[in-house]
């Protein structure tokens, strides 16, 4: 089952981000399904200067400035495509960047769209994940209720000792707030980033 819009746009995105790890986030792209469970985000907030939205509204950054339950998708170095749960209320732009998934369903698939010669680690990143996904920036904006990228809750429990909490990898930019233990991710996976 879909995750319920009220559950993107509750105010405490570090709590949303821990409540990620272990539901599954699906694509179907060209008709072609591909799934993974969740094991790992970072929460971003824009009140602190990890976020894209620190520094207000920007035409990168206007899909997280809208209702929680959207897809926003970047471009990270000119290279990589990253994914992102935009949470909370219009105006307060929160936001969880997915970082790894565990592969379900069509992991042929995901093999072709990577060129990579097997499943293991393909989607152990987020630049790595969404290309095996099919996640580019024609999914910016989409509203994760639709057909092309949503994530369901499968009843997964993860205990709240499964769950390692950390600092976020790559803003040291963000002064203090790089030292936030805002990355989740599920404690023993081999999926986690490294």
């Known amino acids: ?8 746009q509750r105010q405490n995105v570090v709590q949303i981000a821990k409540e990620l790890i272990g539901k599954v986030l699906v694509t179907s792209v060209n008709g072609l399904l591909t799934s993974g469970v969740i094991v790992e985000t970072e929460a971003y907030s824009y ?3 990890g976020c894209h939205a620190y520094r207000g509204l920007t035409g990168r950054n206007k899909v997280m400035f809208e209702p ?22 219009r105006w307060k732009a929160d936001a969880v960047l997915i970082r790894a998934l565990r ?12 060129r990579a ?19 580019g920036q024609n999914h910016n904006g989409l509203s994760l209720q639709g057909n092309e ?33 805002w990355r989740f991710s599920l404690k023993g996976s081999e999926w986690v980033s490294k």
């Open 1 to 8: 089952m879909k995750l319920a819009q009220s559950f993107y």
């Open 47 to 49: 009140k602190e200067r």
């Open 68 to 89: 929680g339950g959207v897809a926003y998708v970047y471009l990270c170095y000119g290279i990589h495509q990253m994914v992102n749960v935009v949470t909370n209320q």
């Open 103 to 114: 592969p379900l369903e069509g992991q042929d698939v995901m093999i072709g769209r990577t």
């Open 117 to 135: 010669s097997s499943v293991k680690k393909i989607t152990s990143g987020p630049g790595k994940l969404t290309r095996a996904m099919g996640i």
């Open 149 to 181: 990228i949503w994530i369901e809750d499968r009843n997964v429990q993860v205990p709240r000792a499964g769950i390692a909490d950390s600092t976020r990898i790559g803003i040291d930019y963000a002064g203090d707030d790089a030292r936030l233990p």
